[in-house]
């Protein structure tokens, strides 16, 4: 059986817990908002998690199990298969008719019931289970619950003495959604504020227009490339992870109309000749207006960085408008490129990268202090005088197998403030790479509409 962490994850792409503004029944504001009746659609996944609930029980203390209504029926339902131990259903109300039963099933008093509930809050719908179970002359001893919002429910019911068992806290889950880079900072502190007991702001920040960043920002590269983006109405940064000349230049062409600029990464080109490959793709970008981005990812001290980038074969320094490197170098090493747009290596999209909350911060200092970073590779959002540009973006959200993690358009203009996004196979592996750029380009731009709207 998988790790509890890789089941919940699973579970979480069904839309279980959503993040945002939410009015709860009590009426309290609350940034999160969690709802496990979609887990009832998936049966492998129902069945994983009445085992794992079955595995932290002690399933000899039972002889009856029941779901508190509605959400936990299905649950209840695939324990009791699973366990072998009768189930009971209680129904929110009595019946107007017939017995008026408000207990169905078989059993008689004195008998143990565990009772199934999916999340618990207050503990209010609980305590008005365990009175009406009881009142038929059964007992309840434990509760199993699947997620504990910690707001107080299952300590009450500690007190009055009944045992509740919990397979997941809110705060475990997202520590788990912030480690995978789902959460932002600010969602994280404001549901850390809320669980505090702390009053908490849903006032959101919009997106920041193109046309007020270029105000702020004086570098040259980037005011090009903020000033395409507005011509073309296009945010697209297209990642050419080919490994023939002729395949980079036929994918320039085909692009160029649509995007604002290219990602290349030049040492993978097998036949690469300075003449053939470099001036000629400088020729199509002039053609097309869009910037060259040199992937390359530097990141040694800074005399090596230096002649990386202009030494060599590549010759980095002669046609690259922008390059990318790790900040680890420190603020000096960050000093080796000359005039070119440097976009600083803040966090990847990668599962399981090193770019934790710590490391960001560090890495800021050293970004902040340098006069040519123009922006940032990042998953989360930055401050307003860089750019944003943000990788792993894809229409659809399922990852590789080798570690890819995929945003959609909606999600990073929404909650990161990206600027500009970087697309690689959903454009490069498409039947017609031409219409697949083109679809990026609009949902690119819609999305950052929407977000500054």
């Not at 940034?31 to 009445?50: C, H, M, W």
């Not at 143990?112 to 009142?135: F, H, P």
């Not at 669980?195 to 997106?207: A, D, M, P, R, V």
């Not at 959200?397 to 995929?406: L, N, R, S």
Request: one cysteine or more.
């Amino acid at each position: 059986m998988k790790t509890k962490r890789a089941f919940f994850l699973e579970a979480y792409k069904l839309g279980i817990i959503k993040f945002g503004k939410f009015t709860l029944k009590s009426g309290i504001e609350s940034p999160f908002y969690v709802d496990l009746r979609p887990l009832a659609s998936d049966p492998k996944i129902l069945k994983q998690l009445s085992n794992y609930l079955l595995e932290i029980l002690p399933l000899d203390n039972f002889d009856l199990i029941c779901g508190v209504p509605y959400a936990a029926l299905p649950m209840a339902t695939a324990m009791s298969l699973e366990s072998y131990i009768p189930l009971i259903l209680k129904r929110k109300e009595a019946k107007t008719y017939g017995t008026k039963k408000l207990i169905e099933g078989l059993f008689h008093k004195g008998q143990n019931c565990l009772l199934v509930e999916d999340v618990i809050t207050s503990g209010k719908s609980l305590l008005e289970t365990i009175y009406e179970v009881e009142n038929e002359g059964l007992k309840v001893s434990d509760i199993i619950v699947v997620l504990d919002r910690q707001q107080g429910g299952r300590e009450k019911l500690q007190e009055k003495g009944y045992q509740v068992h919990t397979l997941f806290t809110i705060s475990e889950i997202v520590k788990i959604l912030q480690e995978e880079q789902q959460l932002t900072e600010d969602e994280v502190e404001r549901i850390h504020d809320f669980l505090g007991g702390h009053s908490i702001t849903f006032e959101e920040k919009k997106k920041t227009r193109y046309e007020e960043k270029l105000k702020n920002i004086d570098h040259p590269v980037a005011t090009r490339l903020l000033e395409i983006a507005l011509q073309k109405k296009s945010n697209l940064i297209a990642s050419a992870d080919v490994t023939t000349t002729q395949e980079l230049l036929n994918l320039a062409e085909t692009l160029g109309p649509h995007i604002a600029g290219l990602k290349t990464h030049i040492d993978i080109i097998r036949d690469f000749d300075y003449q053939q490959t470099i001036l000629r793709l400088k020729d199509i970008a002039e053609k097309h207006d869009f910037l060259l981005m040199e992937d390359r990812k530097f990141g040694d001290i800074g005399n090596t960085q230096e002649l990386q980038f202009s030494q060599g074969m590549y010759k980095i320094s002669n046609w690259a408008d922008m390059v990318t490197a790790h900040a680890i170098g420190g603020t000096q090493a960050l000093q080796s490129f000359a005039q070119t747009g440097i976009i600083a290596i803040l966090g990847m999209s990668s599962k399981s990268n090193l770019t934790d909350a710590h490391y960001r911060e560090e890495a800021m200092k050293i970004i902040t202090n340098n006069p040519n970073v123009i922006g940032c590779v990042a998953q989360n959002q930055i401050q307003d005088d860089l750019l944003l540009f943000t990788p792993g973006v894809h229409l659809t959200t399922a990852d590789d197998d080798k570690g890819q993690q995929y945003r959609t358009p909606e999600y990073v203009f929404k909650k990161l403030h990206t600027d500009f996004i970087i697309v690689g196979r959903g454009i490069y592996k498409a039947e017609n790479i031409e219409q697949a750029a083109l679809t990026y380009k609009i949902k690119g731009w819609e999305a950052y509409e929407n977000a500054i709207s």
